[in-house]
């Protein structure tokens, strides 16, 4: 019997624009709440929507502030997967990797604990520094990984938030790093509400990771754009999109999510928030898998 597994998606973006899949874009779910059973309505959404191909995604702050450890959450992820009889490979991501003291441990948990997939994220600093700590961290993190598997690593140009990422920039950046398959650029979109994309950008930007032979460009704090933006996203060469605020949202706001815990700090009372009621659960499932039967849909996944 198939069992369920965790991979790299690098073979795909490797072979993304020999596969003729061009107007396609690859979803990156961030799970920051009831993991477990957010992870069970992501699987039904999938097998209804006949895709292997999306990401689940947590971010280093993520890994803090919802108190989730890179085993706890890939524990979680696979036993959703086995609840719902989820048999394919699961790509498991850690996002927004920042250098500080305890990265390279962090890294090490993260690979062991199957997160094969890994963005590092020096967008905060000079572009010269930029492309020194993500050579460093490359080369570390290929020396990391298990034999016979490569892990797909993304670099990143251009701070969620910030102005947007120069065409010249992301050539240097890509001239001078070496072992990444894919570049999260900045093109006017934020972490939450707000933000304009600016879709000329989007295209010239996508047409210079390509010349340097990557699937495409990453865009990040998607999840609130409009249905039309979303649908774009594709047609214009973004290759990976980022979702997560929409979905915590989704949680958060529902009628039937207990008030005064959704005024508390996630982390805190994590093990509050896992013991509400299945009943009530399974309502804010039912709108949670509807999301991402939304997301799915907008890329065509």
């Given at each position: 019997?198939?069992?369920?597994?965790?991979?790299?998606?690098?073979?795909?973006y490797?072979?993304?624009?020999?596969?003729?899949?061009?107007?396609?874009?690859?979803?990156?779910?961030?799970?920051?709440?009831?993991?477990?059973?957010?992870?069970?309505?992501?699987?039904?959404?999938?097998?209804?929507?006949?895709?292997n191909l999306?990401?689940?995604e947590?971010?280093?702050?993520?890994?803090?502030y919802?108190?989730?450890?890179?085993?706890?959450?890939?524990?979680?992820?696979?036993?959703?997967?086995?609840?719902?009889?989820?048999?394919?490979?699961?790509?498991?991501q850690a996002?927004?990797?920042?250098?500080?003291?305890?990265?390279?441990?962090l890294?090490?948990?993260?690979?062991?604990?199957?997160?094969?997939?890994?963005?590092?994220d020096?967008?905060?600093?000079?572009?010269?520094?930029?492309i020194?700590?993500?050579?460093?961290y490359?080369?570390f993190i290929?020396?990391?990984?298990?034999?016979?598997l490569?892990?797909?690593?993304?670099?990143?140009?251009?701070?969620?938030?910030?102005?947007?990422?120069?065409?010249?920039?992301l050539?240097?950046?890509?001239?001078?790093?070496?072992?990444?398959?894919?570049v999260?650029?900045?093109t006017?979109?934020?972490?939450?509400?707000?933000g304009?994309i600016?879709?000329q950008?989007?295209?010239?930007?996508?047409q210079?990771?390509?010349?340097?032979g990557?699937?495409?460009?990453?865009?990040?704090?998607?999840?609130?754009?409009?249905?039309?933006?979303?649908?774009?996203l594709p047609?214009?060469?973004?290759?990976?999109?980022?979702?997560?605020?929409?979905i915590?949202?989704?949680?958060?706001e529902?009628?039937?999510?207990?008030?005064?815990?959704?005024?508390?700090?996630?982390?805190?009372?994590?093990?509050?928030?896992?013991?509400?009621?299945?009943?009530?659960?399974?309502?804010?499932?039912?709108?949670v898998?509807?999301?991402?039967?939304?997301?799915f849909?907008?890329l065509?996944?």
């Amino acid at each position: 019997m198939r069992k369920v597994f965790v991979s790299s998606i690098a073979p795909f973006y490797k072979n993304f624009v020999r596969a003729s899949l061009e107007k396609f874009s690859v979803p990156a779910f961030n799970l920051r709440i009831l993991t477990f059973d957010s992870a069970r309505a992501l699987f039904k959404a999938a097998k209804k929507c006949r895709t292997n191909l999306f990401i689940i995604e947590l971010a280093q702050s993520e890994m803090n502030y919802t108190k989730q450890s890179p085993k706890y959450f890939s524990k979680n992820i696979l036993k959703a997967a086995e609840a719902e009889d989820y048999k394919e490979q699961i790509f498991l991501q850690a996002d927004h990797f920042r250098p500080n003291a305890n990265l390279e441990k962090l890294i090490k948990k993260s690979i062991k604990a199957g997160f094969y997939n890994i963005d590092i994220d020096c967008s905060s600093l000079s572009l010269s520094e930029n492309i020194k700590e993500t050579n460093y961290y490359i080369e570390f993190i290929k020396k990391c990984q298990p034999k016979g598997l490569e892990i797909n690593i993304g670099g990143e140009l251009g701070d969620i938030g910030s102005s947007n990422t120069r065409a010249e920039e992301l050539e240097e950046f890509l001239q001078k790093v070496k072992g990444i398959n894919k570049v999260a650029v900045q093109t006017g979109t934020v972490h939450g509400k707000g933000g304009a994309i600016d879709w000329q950008l989007v295209q010239n930007l996508s047409q210079i990771a390509k010349k340097y032979g990557l699937a495409g460009i990453v865009q990040h704090g998607a999840s609130t754009l409009s249905e039309a933006d979303l649908r774009r996203l594709p047609q214009c060469g973004v290759r990976e999109v980022h979702l997560a605020t929409k979905i915590m949202q989704t949680i958060l706001e529902h009628p039937s999510f207990p008030y005064k815990i959704s005024k508390q700090e996630i982390g805190a009372f994590k093990d509050k928030i896992n013991k509400i009621p299945q009943a009530v659960k399974n309502k804010i499932m039912e709108a949670v898998e509807e999301k991402f039967l939304y997301f799915f849909n907008c890329l065509k996944s």
